[in-house]
């Protein structure tokens, strides 16, 4: 298998990633507050437990293991984990679109830096 099949698996490995923690922020908040007493906490979290979208977050991340696993083939793991950081990228962008995050300045250049250390960590 040719080289570019490892930035395939690194890449699923970043969107089931991301896939998977916007689905749990989606469903919690429609969940709503965590309550403050400890059976209504197990309640809360039991009803999370046990929903399809939560559930499909939890797939998608052990899918991402998968992912992951299959990337190491292919890399060294001090090559292929700064790739990861792309991560808090993609959750930035899409929890402002989906959710209505606030984007701050500091926000961006952290983002900016994290794309920059990305491409230097790639090249060295």
């Not at 046990?50 to 890399?75: C, K």
Request: proline content about 4%; hydrophobic content about 55%; glycine content about 8%.
């Amino acid at each position: 298998m040719v080289r570019w099949h490892g930035y395939v698996y690194i890449l699923a490995t970043i969107l089931l990633t991301v896939f998977g923690q916007l689905t749990l922020k989606w469903r919690i908040r429609s969940f709503g507050p965590m309550p403050d007493q400890f059976i209504g906490k197990f309640s809360y979290f039991s009803g999370l437990l046990l929903d399809p979208v939560i559930l499909s977050g939890f797939a998608a991340a052990f899918l991402a293991s998968i992912t992951w696993m299959a990337a190491m083939t292919r890399f060294e793991l001090s090559y292929a984990y700064p790739f990861m950081s792309l991560n808090f990228v993609l959750v930035l962008l899409l929890s402002t679109t989906l959710f209505g995050e606030p984007v701050t300045a500091a926000k961006l250049a952290g983002c900016a830096l994290i794309v920059v250390g990305t491409f230097v960590a790639a090249r060295g």
